[in-house]
């Protein structure tokens, strides 16, 4: 019988190689952007950019290797049951209330609330909950709202803004969780689909 960590290393794969077609497509058309820029501009040109591109890969790569570790130290720190519990599929309203709390009071960036996200589906949250938090974040995370929404637009505007965007989190996580997704949107394989 394969070990926890097996499995939730088998769930995550196979997620993952769900996304291999996003990836490609992105590959080629940096790849055939590359080679515009080399052909048409040189290799001096291309070379500089190559070099700006290595400095911003390199910025972002520490971020994306700690929300990994954020969402690795979670699956660690927080059952599967927990999970599952509070917002997985059964969880109902409050798993998507929860889930688009904690989103909304996240103060990280993309770099660790995707990572973050994939995680909490493959340890078992359901889809409906991982939108809820991503959208949380998106929409009425707080902390960019007071850094950079307030300064720009004042606390009028953005407590309109917050209190018309409060709402979407949920409904789009109901609506994330009605059968008709189920092709567009397949569950993250889990225990019980013996992965």
Do not use: Q
């Amino acid at each position: 019988m394969p070990s926890d960590d097996t499995r939730a290393r088998d769930r995550i794969i196979a997620y993952l190689k769900r996304v291999d077609w996003g990836l490609a497509i992105v590959a080629s058309l940096s790849f055939g952007a590359a080679g515009y820029v080399l052909i048409t501009e040189g290799g001096g040109v291309a070379g500089s950019i190559l070099a700006e591109d290595f400095w911003l890969f390199a910025a972002i790569l520490p971020k994306v290797m700690l929300g990994c570790l954020i969402g690795a130290l979670i699956r660690l720190l927080i059952s599967r049951e927990a999970i599952e519990r509070f917002v997985g599929e059964g969880s109902g309203l409050m798993g998507l209330a929860l889930a688009g709390l904690i989103g909304m009071l996240f103060p990280a960036g993309p770099f660790t609330i995707f990572p973050l996200a994939v995680v909490l589906m493959a340890s078992g949250a359901d889809r409906g909950a991982a939108i809820a938090f991503i959208s949380a974040w998106l929409l009425v995370g707080i902390n960019r709202a007071i850094i950079w929404e307030m300064p720009f637009f004042g606390t009028d505007f953005v407590l309109f803004r917050f209190l018309i965007s409060l709402p979407m989190p949920l409904l789009l996580g109901l609506m994330a969780r009605l059968p008709v997704f189920d092709r567009l949107a397949p569950r993250v394989p889990s225990e019980k689909d013996g992965a």
